[in-house]
Nanobody, 122 residues
Framework: QVQLVESGGGLVQAGGSLRLSCAAS????????MGWFRQAPGKEREFVAA????????DYTDSVKGRFTVSRHNSENTVYLQMNSLKVEDTAVYYC???????????????WGQGTQVTVSS
């Protein structure tokens, strides 16, 4: 059974930083794509960032470029999201996701975590 477990969320003031971690267990292969999505209250879930096997294969939504950094430890199927210069509008539940097959970094994902709350106060 595949499980993705996120950690590192919390409450932080605007301008602060948080680092999210996601560990996948039960995967018998190195996931070709692992990423982060978020969902704010009353809004649809949106893509935030993702990384492939190569350190150069990353993608970010425009609103987090230059502030967030996604990285992963391929052999352990873990993915991280370093979030700097946080803004109130970054407040959301952040979900980790992993793909079974590569369908692009913004493609569909097969496995999802339960989410971790990130709250940025003004």
């Amino acid at each position: 059974q595949v499980q993705l477990v996120e950690s590192g969320g919390g409450l932080v003031q605007a301008g602060g930083s948080l680092r999210l971690s996601c560990a996948a267990s039960g995967l018998t292969f190195n996931s070709p794509a692992m990423g982060w999505f978020r969902q704010a209250p009353g809004k649809e879930r949106e893509f935030v960032a993702a990384a492939g096997w190569s350190s150069s294969d990353t993608d970010y939504t425009d609103s987090v470029k230059g502030r967030f950094t996604v990285s992963r430890h391929n052999s352990e199927n873990t993915v991280y999201l370093q979030m700097n210069s946080l803004k109130v509008e970054d407040t959301a539940v952040y979900y980790c996701a992993a793909a079974r097959n590569y369908r692009g970094l913004r493609g569909s994902y097969d496995y999802w975590g339960q989410g971790t709350q990130v709250t940025v106060s003004s």
